[in-house]
Nanobody
């Protein structure tokens, strides 16, 4: 069974940077049949894809967020991290990490981590 667990700051002030880490168990983030993604859901809105990192470490970002986003990984800890810079209240959302198969199936998700941007 694959499990993903997000951990993050909860509350962040505008203009600051936050990081969220997704710790994976039951699979390796270097497995070549899957990649690892971040998705968020602002209050009252649908899911928004943020970005992803492949088994080889290549990254992809949403065009609307790429100037403020970085995804990295720590293979020794089997975890990957989302960093979002210069945040505004519009970045308030539940942030999810997920595993994505080679068929683009989001088959395993974390439980989500609430990030609120507020003074």
């Amino acid at each position: 069974q694959v499990t993903l667990q997000e951990s993050g700051p909860g509350l962040v002030k505008p203009s600051q940077t936050f990081s969220l880490t997704c710790t994976v168990s039951g699979d390796s983030i270097t497995s070549d049949y899957s990649y690892w993604s971040w998705v968020r859901q602002p209050p009252g809105k649908g899911l928004e894809w943020v970005g992803a990192i492949t088994h080889s470490g290549r990254t992809y970002y949403s065009r609307s967020l790429e100037s403020r986003t970085a995804i990295s990984r720590n293979t020794s800890k089997n975890e990957f991290t989302l960093q979002l810079n210069s945040v505004t209240p519009e970045d308030t959302a539940i942030y999810y990490c997920a595993r994505v198969t080679s068929d683009s199936d989001y088959d395993f998700w974390g439980q989500g981590s609430q990030v609120t941007v507020s003074e």
